[in-house]
């Protein structure tokens, strides 16, 4: 019987030590998971570093444009979009100074080389072409810039850098909607336009993949009203 109770006491202390590591490793897996998810959060990798140079060097050359265009563009749409996108990108370029600074990430002070060509372009074109010319480089530029950004929000490291991608988008692509359209505008046919399909309005922002949802909703609609109507043509057929 000793030997008994025995054996039932020490069974009972070694399901507590296990009950009690067990409540510890459970304790332990989300405590060391955090700090993993900490720290992988904020690490940078080489596609934060590239985006933030290249996206430091768009606004530096949007800037300098931007500053060409307010002397020479002819149209009032042409100079207000200028006065806008340089605006946006000073903003742009001050909020990624400081992700950046904080990031570890050292930004260029310089536009790129094609981005220095676009500019001394704008400064020998004449006058009767530098509107349609400089529209021309705000489409491509920023359809540039936009497939870069959107690459950052999908495959970027850095919470920090991928969040102000996040908030730097809807700027980029408003400024591409403008651009387009202003260049429709100038040459009363979107046919010429860089990278705007033939009969769009010059509103190639609006892409028929953001009309898919409201297409989807009317579709389902439909069904809903015909499904009923179908139900009582399937009655009436049965009783006759």
């Avoid at 590239?50 to 100079?79: F, M, P, V, Y």
């Avoid at 100074?97 to 570890?104: D, N, P």
């Amino acid at each position: 019987m000793i030997s008994l109770t025995r054996a039932v006491t020490a069974a009972a202390a070694a399901s507590l030590a296990g009950l009690t590591l067990g409540a510890g490793l459970l304790t332990s897996v989300p405590a060391a998971s955090a700090a993993i998810g900490h720290t992988t959060a904020g690490a940078v990798s080489a596609q934060d570093t590239t985006w933030a140079q290249s996206n430091a060097q768009t606004d530096l050359a949007e800037i300098t444009i931007g500053q060409i265009a307010e002397q020479r563009a002819q149209h009032t749409a042409t100079k207000s979009l200028a006065q806008m996108t340089m605006s946006d990108h000073q903003k742009a370029l001050s909020e990624l100074k400081t992700v950046a600074s904080q990031a570890g990430i050292t930004l260029p002070t310089a536009p790129n080389a094609t981005q220095q060509a676009q500019a001394a372009q704008l400064k020998s074109v004449s006058a009767s072409q530098f509107d349609a010319t400089y529209d021309s480089d705000q489409v491509q530029g920023h359809k540039l810039s936009i497939s870069q950004t959107e690459t950052e929000i999908s495959s970027g490291s850095s919470t920090a850098v991928k969040s102000f991608a996040q908030v730097y988008l809807p700027v980029a692509e408003k400024h591409l909607q403008m651009a387009e359209s202003d260049y429709a505008q100038l040459s009363g046919s979107t046919s010429g336009a860089p990278g705007v399909a033939a009969g769009t309005g010059g509103m190639a922002a609006t892409r028929a993949a953001d009309d898919a949802p409201w297409l989807a909703l009317a579709m389902a609609g439909l069904l809903v009203l015909a499904t009923p109507a179908a139900f009582g043509l399937r009655r009436r057929f049965a009783r006759r």
